[in-house]
């Protein structure tokens, strides 16, 4: 919804001319900090709710929107790769173990 709201505001001819005043692609600096910020709450919501489903849906965000080298993204990884992996023994089942490997066939940094 914000970033709905994002991209109104920027279709409105006021925001045409601040970047031509400003020389610079305004827009665009725009956009990419409210996706940051956007990234970085849900990434925090993520980490302190200890989400798989959330840190999945932070890292499906990240390359949606090109953020593939966001910040917390390598962090967001490992922290998923963390949880997984004690789910896994958790469940202590096979089904466990493998549903695991096929989120994580080679190492915490290469998710499938």
């Known amino acids: 919804l914000f970033l709905a709201a994002y991209e109104h505001a920027a279709r409105q001819p006021f925001a045409k001319e601040l970047a031509a005043w400003k020389g610079e692609d305004f827009l665009a600096a725009s956009r990419r900090e409210v996706v940051e910020h956007f990234l970085q ?26 953020f593939e080298n966001a910040p917390n993204h390598d962090s967001a ?3 998923l790769y963390d949880l997984r992996s004690t789910e896994a023994e958790e469940k202590n089942t096979i089904d466990g173990y493998l549903d695991f490997l096929d989120n994580f066939p080679a190492s915490p940094k290469t998710p499938a």
């Not at 919501?45 to 965000?61: C, K, P, Q, Y």
């Open 41 to 66: 709450l849900r990434y925090d919501l993520a980490v302190r709710n200890r989400s798989i489903a959330g840190l999945e849906e932070f890292l499906a965000d990240c390359h949606t929107y090109h």
């Open 77 to 79: 990884v490992r922290k």
